[in-house]
């Protein structure tokens, strides 16, 4: 994918100092953010949609060349389904959990650390950036464990296979790649110490990467403009919450679904010295650059 080309020359003159006022007026927060971890989590309706993964890999070229450090880790939830019913495998969940056999997490790997990043590391590259893609195995990077089996409401246990949780990050080679101005594209696989591979939930990945890098930012990419007080009503929108309320938004059914891992991994992030995180509508053209270089907010931040 090559860089859209413009002739800016064709524009009127007050449109081309109204583009430059614009850069001008981004100089605060390029200063305030340079050298800054900001940890990505991409997923969503932006992993899928061409016109805003052009947009969302611009957003990423953009932050490194002005003197950020962005980190990507990438979902992919739906590619694995697509490719299992190619297959003839149907896929299963026990709430929210992909069930995860050895075939199931064959599909996984290929799809996750094989297909997606390969195309993120690509267009990064095609864009004028410089990616690396990394699976959780690369350089020991994420040391998993075992999920524990689900347990609704203490009753019934559902062993749900090869689902594992972040054990420990070792970010070592994360910060050699972003201290030599490369970009990490992250898949969430992960491997025990005994040598098994798990597919782990990649908010929580990106959740347990920034709270290791102690990243300024952590930023989750998503198909709603944030949390909402009513779930159904995008008019009660929460711009703000705090982390010692997620717990029990949950509980009260205000903070459901996909949404539940993203605010807990917020909340463990800024306990792990995050210093801000941010629940994005990921459908909104260059909707990181909005909340990185102006002051308008788009999503909900979680402080």
Known sequence: ????????NDLPLPELISRAQIIAEALPYINAFRGATIVIKYGGHAMIDEDLKRSVIQDIVLMELVGMNPVVVHGGGPEISDLMNKLGVKPQFVEGQRVTDAATLEVAEMVLAGKLCGEIVNRINQTGGRAVGLSGKDAALILARK???????????????????VAQINPEIVSLLTGNQFIPVISPIGVDENGQTYNINADSVAAEVAGALKAS??????DVKGIYKDAKDEKTHLSTIGSQDVEK?????????????KARGCRNALDAGVAKTHILDGRIPHSLLLEIFTDRGIGT???
């Open 301 to 303: 931040q979680i402080v």
């Open 249 to 261: 938004m949950i509980s009260d059914g205000v903070i459901v679904g996909g949404m539940i891992p």
């Open 147 to 165: 999920l524990r089996s689900s347990d609704k409401g203490g009753a019934n246990k559902v062993d749900i296979g090869f689902v594992g949780e």
């Open 217 to 222: 930012k952590l930023i989750f990419l998503t």
């Open 1 to 8: 994918m090559k860089p859209v080309k413009k002739n800016f």
